[in-house]
């Protein structure tokens, strides 16, 4: 009988204990690590182990780069969390590249056009709601047509990209003054608008507004009627609607949130940390933000781990290829390698490989 | 509006749809067995590398490059590294089960990073920017057909002026929806897609089907990225993510075209169409427009056009969702794994 089993037999096992979890995604890692040590080293042959050391260093060998790391593992944060209410719903918001343009825009053009007329503290204020309020906007369009037509929103939030990005390079051209199609820093002289230090340091505002952010999610996710409803239609629209939840007021409420949070993160980024606007304000954070949020299973909290990882990573490779004289799309490669490897461990996380001669009683 | 302006648009019009109806008619089929793979514009970007790295190595190793070797060698590197980035897929979202959004959105990250990396590199040696160019392969794919090119007039300007690989892309389109539709084989595949479990049952092998989809899917979609450096950017490189950009519109080209390769066709060459209709539009709704948003250069009212194929785009897409046709829709399984002993 034991022969007729296949050779290699797969088995879900959902009982595996936190250690045992953690120690699979212990051991991808160091494949991942080298893995790309063996890249590094057949492309550039150098050793490997400095260029790790010299990854460490882009990171946190400064007070200032140290804050810079945690300032940008918080942008990437703020957008992972505000997809994460849609992504509950299965609603696959591409779109938060054009959510945070569109917010950054609205914070841009309060900069510009309040600058010199009201206090900083107002204009902050304003930038904070009209950002939020554009982004969800940009988030109801296609919520909207998904909630009554079922119109895919993968392709329509994609579109929503597009169409922010045209808007914010018409608005780069109409306010730069000297026609080389860059804004350039808004109210460098009496930064208004400007997100101000708080006990010295520059960027722990946005640290406190993402913080508080995420755990708002979180909160709103597992603990209000809201978010029980956006679980519920995720897991099936017509449970949901057996149930009573009004599906489609669901799916444009929830991509309200998802597009305001998302806007928000383009108000952190241009009145936080650029005070410039361009299409380079998202800077393709709004897909990474997917990997973020999906590895970490849609939890807010364990988000905070994965961002930092991605962003530690980047930071890391832009070093290298600063270092060692390197093309700093390395960056990207060296960072795919890892989530390809993460990715392989959830599978040996969710299920087990059994071989023939291993008896199961 | 003249007569040349159009036959321009038109030609602009059809080298842009070609490369993107590679990345749609690729994408299809693995959309078809049910793999999403948000990765195709990783794929297009490796193919164009990987076509580039090959002709570019041949054509500095001999001193007269033979065209056929060319597009043999830059063919071959682009489908071999292509098919390897779908085989991983594959091997992460069938095998290994991963989630289909994550692993491409990180294949595209990763065929961005090779590409780029590669290509800065590629740039290097030959000595700076700009100076890259694998003019003889790029020649030798832009080839035009004798006679039918020249001969004909204005029907030689309109149909027969393109590389060859516009036409490979049209008959792969509509072979690919026969393959659908009137071979047992495509049959079998569509029913994996729609529902592996009953595929499973009736016989068929999933993870067989699901792998050549996707390796397959992924090499087809991967000649857009060399169609893209050979023919679209006449045989140079440069690291400003052009192939991604257009891999996006393939992706959302598969979506546009409800999945039937055919309509590829005409739907990849309305996108080119409107793609860029900013620079014909009559000078008389430019002004117009121009006072109204009392902007004072043409240039920048024409970022306001470029949003004409996205805004496009979505009107097409609600009003095919308002009409709401069961055969419209997605293969039933597409985006998720499939695991037999799951119920």
Same mark, same amino acid.
């Given at each position: 009988?034991?022969?007729?089993?296949?050779?290699?037999?797969?088995?879900?096992?959902?009982?595996?204990?936190?250690?045992?979890?953690?120690?699979?995604?212990?051991?991808?890692?160091?494949?991942?690590?080298?893995?790309?040590?063996?890249?590094?080293?057949?492309?550039?042959?150098?050793?490997?182990?400095?260029? @790790?050391?010299?990854?460490?260093? !882009?990171?946190?060998? #400064? #007070?200032?780069?140290?804050?810079?790391?945690?300032?940008?593992?918080?942008?990437?944060?703020?957008?992972?969390?505000?997809?994460?209410?849609?992504?509950?719903?299965?609603?696959?918001?591409?779109?938060?590249?054009?959510?945070?343009?569109? !917010?950054?825009?609205? #914070?841009?053009?309060?900069?510009?056009?309040?600058?010199?007329?009201?206090?900083?503290?107002?204009?902050?204020?304003?930038?904070?709601?009209?950002?939020?309020?554009?982004?969800?906007?940009?988030?109801?369009?296609?919520?909207?047509?998904?909630?009554?037509?079922?119109?895919?929103?993968?392709?329509?939030?994609?579109?929503?990209?597009?169409?922010?990005?045209?808007?914010?390079?018409?608005?780069?051209?109409?306010?730069?003054?000297?026609?080389?199609?860059?804004?350039?820093?808004?109210?460098?002289?009496?930064?208004?608008?400007?997100?101000?230090?708080?006990?010295?340091?520059?960027?722990?505002?946005?640290?406190?507004?993402?913080?508080?952010?995420?755990?708002?999610?979180?909160?709103?996710?597992?603990?209000?009627?809201?978010?029980?409803?956006?679980?519920?239609?995720?897991?099936?629209?017509?449970?949901?609607?057996?149930?009573?939840?009004?599906?489609?007021?669901?799916?444009?409420?929830?991509?309200?949130?998802?597009?305001?949070?998302? !806007?928000?993160?383009?108000?952190?980024?241009?009145?936080?940390?650029?005070?410039?606007?361009?299409?380079?304000?998202? !800077?393709?954070?709004?897909?990474?933000?997917?990997?973020?949020?999906?590895?970490?299973?849609?939890?807010?909290?364990?988000?905070?781990? @994965?961002?930092?990882?991605?962003?530690?990573?980047?930071?890391?490779?832009?070093?290298?290829?600063?270092?060692?004289?390197?093309?700093?799309?390395?960056?990207?490669?060296?960072?795919?390698?890892?989530?390809?490897?993460?990715?392989?461990?959830?599978?040996? #996380?969710?299920?087990?490989?059994?071989?023939?001669?291993?008896?199961?009683? | 509006?003249?007569?040349?302006?159009?036959?321009?648009?038109?030609?602009?019009?059809?080298?842009?749809?070609?490369?993107?109806?590679?990345?749609?008619?690729?994408?299809?089929?693995?959309?078809?067995?049910?793999? %999403?793979?948000?990765?195709?514009?990783?794929?297009?970007? $490796?193919?164009?590398?990987?076509?580039?790295?090959?002709?570019?190595?041949?054509?500095?190793?001999?001193?007269?490059?033979?065209?056929?070797?060319?597009?043999?060698?830059?063919?071959?590197?682009? $489908?071999?590294?292509?098919?390897?980035?779908?085989?991983?897929?594959?091997?992460?979202?069938?095998?290994?089960?991963?989630?289909?959004?994550?692993?491409?959105?990180?294949?595209?990250?990763?065929?961005?990073?090779?590409?780029?990396?590669?290509?800065?590199? =590629?740039?290097? %040696?030959?000595?700076?920017?700009?100076?890259?160019?694998?003019?003889?392969?790029?020649?030798?794919?832009?080839?035009?057909?004798?006679?039918?090119?020249?001969? $004909?007039?204005?029907?030689?300007?309109?149909?027969?002026?393109?590389?060859? =690989?516009?036409?490979?892309? %049209?008959?792969?389109?509509?072979?690919?929806?026969?393959?659908?539709?009137?071979?047992?084989?495509?049959?079998?595949?569509?029913?994996?897609?729609?529902?592996?479990?009953? *595929?499973?049952?009736?016989?068929?092998?999933?993870?067989?089907?699901?792998?050549?989809?996707?390796?397959?899917?992924?090499?087809?979609?991967?000649?857009?990225?060399?169609?893209?450096?050979?023919?679209?950017?006449?045989?140079?490189?440069?690291?400003?993510?052009?192939?991604?950009?257009?891999?996006?519109?393939?992706?959302?080209?598969?979506?546009?075209?409800?999945?039937?390769?055919?309509? *590829?066709?005409?739907?990849?060459?309305?996108?080119?169409?409107?793609?860029?209709?900013?620079?014909?539009?009559?000078?008389?709704?430019?002004?117009?427009?121009?006072?109204?948003?009392?902007?004072?250069?043409?240039?920048?009212?024409?970022?306001?056009?470029?949003?004409?194929?996205?805004?496009?785009?979505?009107?097409?897409?609600?009003?095919?969702?308002?009409?709401?046709?069961?055969?419209?829709?997605?293969?039933?399984?597409?985006?998720?794994?499939?695991?037999?002993?799951?119920?």
């Amino acid at each position: 009988m034991a022969n007729r089993q296949p050779i290699l037999r797969i088995r879900k096992n959902e009982e595996r204990s936190f250690l045992s979890k953690l120690l699979i995604k212990v051991i991808f890692i160091g494949i991942a690590l080298l893995i790309s040590a063996l890249f590094i080293n057949l492309v550039t042959k150098l050793d490997p182990l400095k260029v @790790y050391a010299s990854m460490f260093r !882009g990171a946190f060998s #400064t #007070t200032r780069r140290t804050w810079i790391t945690i300032r940008d593992t918080a942008l990437l944060l703020s957008i992972a969390v505000g997809l994460t209410p849609a992504f509950k719903m299965k609603f696959w918001n591409t779109g938060a590249e054009g959510q945070i343009l569109v !917010g950054g825009l609205v #914070t841009a053009a309060m900069m510009i056009y309040l600058g010199d007329k009201l206090p900083s503290g107002v204009i902050l204020l304003l930038s904070f709601v009209g950002s939020a309020i554009a982004g969800a906007i940009w988030g109801f369009i296609p919520a909207y047509f998904k909630a009554r037509y079922n119109t895919n929103e993968t392709l329509f939030t994609l579109m929503m990209n597009y169409v922010g990005i045209q808007i914010v390079e018409f608005f780069v051209d109409v306010w730069d003054k000297k026609q080389s199609h860059s804004v350039g820093v808004i109210n460098a002289t009496n930064q208004a608008g400007w997100f101000p230090s708080i006990f010295g340091q520059q960027y722990l505002l946005n640290i406190i507004i993402v913080a508080v952010l995420t755990i708002a999610v979180y909160v709103y996710i597992k603990y209000s009627k809201h978010g029980y409803e956006v679980t519920v239609t995720g897991e099936s629209e017509n449970t949901a609607r057996y149930t009573g939840i009004n599906v489609p007021n669901v799916i444009i409420r929830t991509m309200l949130l998802s597009g305001a949070i998302c !806007g928000l993160a383009g108000f952190t980024e241009v009145a936080g940390i650029s005070h410039t606007i361009s299409v380079k304000t998202s !800077g393709g954070r709004g897909f990474t933000a997917i990997i973020a949020a999906w590895l970490a299973k849609l939890n807010p909290i364990v988000m905070i781990i @994965y961002s930092f990882l991605i962003v530690f990573l980047n930071k890391g490779a832009v070093q290298i290829a600063s270092d060692f004289n390197l093309n700093e799309y390395a960056s990207n490669i060296i960072s795919a390698i890892l989530l390809f490897c993460i990715l392989a461990s959830e599978f040996f #996380t969710n299920y087990e490989v059994i071989f023939r001669h291993k008896e199961e009683h | 509006m003249t007569l040349d302006m159009i036959i321009a648009w038109i030609t602009a019009a059809v080298t842009f749809g070609t490369v993107i109806m590679f990345g749609c008619v690729g994408e299809t089929l693995n959309e078809k067995a049910g793999g %999403l793979n948000l990765g195709t514009p990783g794929v297009m970007m $490796l193919g164009g590398i990987a076509s580039l790295a090959g002709a570019f190595f041949y054509e500095k190793s001999v001193a007269v490059p033979n065209p056929i070797l060319c597009v043999l060698i830059s063919l071959i590197s682009c $489908l071999v590294a292509t098919a390897l980035a779908g085989l991983l897929y594959g091997f992460l979202t069938i095998t290994l089960r991963a989630n289909q959004n994550v692993t491409g959105l990180t294949l595209t990250m990763f065929g961005t990073g090779i590409a780029n990396f590669f290509g800065g590199s =590629l740039v290097k %040696l030959s000595g700076g920017v700009g100076q890259i160019s694998v003019a003889a392969t790029s020649k030798a794919f832009k080839a035009t057909m004798p006679i039918l090119s020249t001969k $004909l007039g204005i029907v030689s300007q309109l149909l027969f002026k393109y590389g060859w =690989l516009t036409y490979v892309i %049209l008959a792969l389109a509509f072979a690919m929806q026969y393959f659908f539709n009137k071979t047992r084989t495509g049959l079998n595949l569509r029913s994996v897609g729609e529902n592996p479990a009953t *595929a499973d049952a009736a016989g068929i092998n999933v993870t067989l089907y699901k792998y050549m989809a996707c390796t397959i899917g992924s090499a087809i979609a991967g000649l857009g990225g060399l169609y893209y450096v050979m023919d679209y950017v006449k045989g140079t490189w440069s690291n400003d993510s052009g192939i991604e950009a257009l891999g996006w519109l393939a992706v959302a080209l598969v979506i546009f075209t409800s999945w039937k390769p055919k309509n *590829a066709t005409w739907g990849a060459y309305l996108f080119g169409f409107c793609y860029w209709i900013y620079l014909y539009i009559p000078a008389g709704i430019n002004s117009m427009l121009m006072k109204l948003f009392k902007v004072t250069r043409t240039t920048y009212m024409q970022n306001l056009y470029k949003m004409i194929p996205y805004i496009v785009t979505i009107i097409v897409l609600v009003l095919v969702s308002s009409r709401n046709k069961r055969d419209n829709q997605a293969p039933q399984s597409l985006g998720t794994s499939y695991f037999r002993e799951e119920r």
